[in-house]
Structure formats: C-alpha cells, structure tokens
C-alpha cells in the first residue's frame, strides 16, 4: 500500500508556493487582495486563502487570477522570484526611510547617515561581529 502522507504534503506544500507566487506577484503590482479580487471578479477572502495556501483553487481560478494579474501562466511558476515577509517589509521600510531623506537638505543626510552608522557599529560590537 501507498503512504499518501508524502503525497499530501507534497500537494499541500506546491499550493502554499503557489499562493506566496501569487502573493509576490501581486505585491510587484502594487495591487492590495481586494484590488486583485476585484480584478479577477472573486472574493478577496478566497484570494487570502489561496496566497496562505489554504484554498486549493482550480485552475479556472488561477487563471483569472493571472489575467488580472496581467502575467503569463509559466510566471507563476518561477519560485525564484518569491520574497518573503521578512524581505518585503525591509524594502517596505527602506522606501520609507528613502522618501523621508529625499526632502531633507544635503547636510542633514550627511549627518543621519554617520549617526545610522554608529548606531549600526555599536549593534553590532554589542553582538560579538
């Protein structure tokens, strides 16, 4: 007999890296769930369930997601490409921390860049590097 356990984690896991390519790519276009869902003509709550890899969507689905998306289907397949939380909320914050510093003046730059710096050596001589 066939352990389907393998299998199904398997299945389980190709679905939640679908939903994080998902999410990614929506992400890229600057959409919120509810800006996708409404694009793709399904509710926002399955579009949450399938990028946290609890909705197993079908393929009709799918491709309504990548036509509102305005990706090619082989897109969603390039695992490469997905950021992680961690990863999208650092490039998050450093736009913010970017379009803070763009409407100071030069010496003010200048001067947050040497104080981050210090406060990045002490961090990291308090951490043995």
Do not use: C
């Amino acid at each position: 007999m066939i352990d389907s356990s393998k299998y199904d984690d398997d299945v389980y896991s190709f679905i939640r890296l679908i939903g994080e390519r998902i999410k990614s790519i929506r992400r890229s276009r600057g959409l919120t769930q509810e800006e996708l869902a409404e694009r793709a003509g399904i509710k926002s709550s399955y579009v949450t369930g399938i990028e946290t890899g609890k909705r197993n969507s079908s393929l009709k689905t799918i491709s309504k997601l990548l036509t509102a998306l305005e990706v090619e289907p082989w897109e969603l397949f390039n695992f490469s490409e997905i950021e992680s939380e961690e990863l999208h909320e650092k490039r998050t914050n450093v736009e913010l921390i970017k379009a803070l510093l763009l409407s100071r003046e030069l010496h003010e730059i200048k001067l947050i860049q040497k104080v981050a710096r210090q406060v990045f050596d002490t961090i990291d001589h308090s951490n043995g590097k």
